[in-house]
């Protein structure tokens, strides 16, 4: 076994937050940084050009380099089926393969999160590390940020339908146009905010770590894949992983921190003896320190609805692809530089919702039906112009749990979030469903449709149809808990109760997901984790 040497600081994973965890410590001439990667580097079109995106999920062999392949485990209530659970692997990690969706959540999240005993998570005092990374194209303001390392903009020239989507939502539901659902309010209607710029993506490899890959003090290793953490005397002093079959310790005379997100990172505490003292031994693992990891798995799921826009929308085709693809090379300024996300709907399902409960993503191309589950061919995609709306439930109430099948870290894990466990998940669906037929049907964008093509039923057949086609969007968070009690991985500081020198910071450490998609919290968790660190 190879040495690696010792650095003031280890961080496992370089990915939403991990990114910006080292690139912020290694600001410190004098602080050693090392950053454990274990997938490849993104410096290919295929991460930094935004319209590369469908190819990243849809072609088998692409996919296969940039995630790491991890599936649900079969349960009855989603018929048995092994839903692909798209992690990054990748510099960046997802960030760098995502659809560049930018939403903070809402303030009752980070609100939330304070209350349940993690003091200085609340939204005044998470605002200004959001602040901190944020280039919006709106501009600095009370709220938002301008200036930093993450490029945030909306989409330009859209297509009509998306056009015709936003009054129709403002109509049929009664709620605002907004120009800034990441401001003082979030219920309404809006373009998406969107990672990227002038046709590249902006991801935490490209804002944080390229930037910056010239400091002396700062090693990256990619291809890392970590085993676990070395613990002695109740304090971590290390990390064990190997490269190409190679196994190498790397020692941390200040602290590790895992940033391998809610999947890598309780799996590497489980493996170092951290976790359900009744699991560990099941696998014959000594139990170091006896703490719910892996416990309270949830995500965000939705159900695609897919609309004939004959006059509107793109075109699943080959032609149609590569000629949007040839245009931006030569030309720069077309739909193939940015996301296929256009426009995004936060609502109520009932009007006495506190907050809005749903998330409607939209998109002017048709999607894969009925999911897309066998990953070792492409899926199966109409070819007619289309424009797909995705309600999608934000507060689920199922919770699951992630757990070790073996001791080797190259081994399938056992993933399930427990999708429609409980029928209020269910309901906001269903619900969602419905209020997107109504706002499909309103007279301000009726016109643009000619007919639903998927799934096109409705009543009980609809509701028997829901487990086959609800997809995740990709969010798992909650397996590594931030709090104050026993239900708690790690403390409000980020530190893994009963172990010195080691902490998360990652989407697992979120004691309730956010309303919204993920990324941006993430890369805040970042930047308020560096600080942390730093005893600011």
Not at 190 to 199: E, N, P, V, Y
Not at 315 to 328: D, L, P, Q, V
Not at 390 to 416: C, F, M, N, V, W
Not at 503 to 517: F, K, W
Request: net charge negative.
């Amino acid at each position: 076994m190879g040495e690696a040497g010792s650095w003031d600081y280890i961080v496992v994973g370089a990915g939403s937050a991990g990114a910006v965890i080292a690139a912020r410590l290694s600001e410190d001439p004098e602080c050693r940084v090392l950053l454990l990667e274990g997938g490849i580097t993104d410096r290919s079109a295929i991460c930094t050009v935004p319209g590369m995106v469908s190819i990243i999920h849809t072609v088998p062999q692409i996919k296969k380099k940039y995630d790491w392949g991890y599936k649900t485990t079969p349960r009855a209530p989603t018929l048995d089926r092994k839903i692909p659970y798209v992690r990054g692997k990748v510099l960046g990690g997802s960030s760098a393969i995502n659809g560049m969706v930018f939403v903070r959540g809402n303030r009752a999240n980070f609100d939330s999160w304070a209350s349940e005993g993690c003091p200085g998570w609340d939204y005044d005092s998470v605002v200004p590390y959001f602040k901190r990374f944020e280039d919006f194209e709106g501009g600095e303001s009370e709220l938002r940020g301008a200036g930093g390392p993450i490029k945030i903009s909306r989409p330009t020239d859209i297509s009509r339908v998306s056009e015709a989507f936003m009054p129709a939502v403002s109509d049929a539901i009664g709620v605002p146009i907004l120009d800034d659902y990441n401001g003082a309010s979030q219920e309404g209607v809006s373009l998406f905010q969107l990672t990227h710029r002038d046709g590249v993506r902006s991801s935490t490899a490209e804002g944080y770590l390229h930037p910056n890959k010239g400091r002396a003090n700062l090693e990256i290793v990619l291809g890392a894949l970590v085993d676990k953490v070395i613990i002695e005397n109740g304090r971590a002093v290390g990390v064990k992983y190997a490269v190409k079959g190679e196994d190498t310790v790397a020692r941390a005379s200040s602290e590790v921190i895992l940033s391998a997100g809610a999947v890598g990172s309780p799996a590497i505490l489980l493996r170092s003896g951290i976790g359900p003292a009744e699991d560990l031994a099941k696998l014959g693992i000594d139990v170091v320190a006896d703490l719910p990891v892996g416990k309270n798995l949830h995500d965000h799921l939705f159900f695609p609805l897919t609309f004939i826009t004959p006059n509107g929308g793109h075109k699943g085709t080959a032609t149609h692809f590569f000629s949007g693809m040839i245009r931006e090379k030569l030309f720069g300024g077309t739909w193939f530089g940015r996301s296929v996300f256009e426009v995004v709907a936060f609502l109520k399902t009932d009007a006495s919702e506190p907050i809005p409960n749903l998330q409607l993503h939209s998109l002017p191309w048709a999607y894969p039906h009925p999911n897309q589950d066998d990953t070792t061919k492409r899926p199966t995609v109409d070819t007619r112009a289309a424009f797909t709306i995705q309600p999608t439930l934000i507060y689920p109430e199922s919770r699951g749990e992630l757990r070790l099948l073996s001791l080797d870290p190259a081994d399938k894990l056992h993933i399930d979030p427990h999708y429609l466990e409980r029928e209020a998940d269910t309901k906001v669906l269903l619900d969602g469903i419905r209020m997107t037929r109504e706002i499909m049907g309103h007279a301000a964008i009726a016109g643009e449709v000619s007919s639903e093509l998927e799934p096109n039923i409705s009543g009980e057949a609809l509701r028997k149809e829901l487990p086959n086609r609800v997809a995740t969007v990709y969010h798992p968070v909650g397996t590594c808990r931030m709090g104050s009690d026993e239900r708690a991985v790690v403390d409000p500081e980020l530190r893994v109760r009963g172990i010195e020198g080691l902490r998360v910071a990652d989407a697992s450490i979120m004691p309730s997901v956010t309303g919204g998609n993920t990324n941006a919290p993430c890369i805040m968790i970042g930047e308020k984790a560096a600080d942390l660190i730093r005893g600011r």
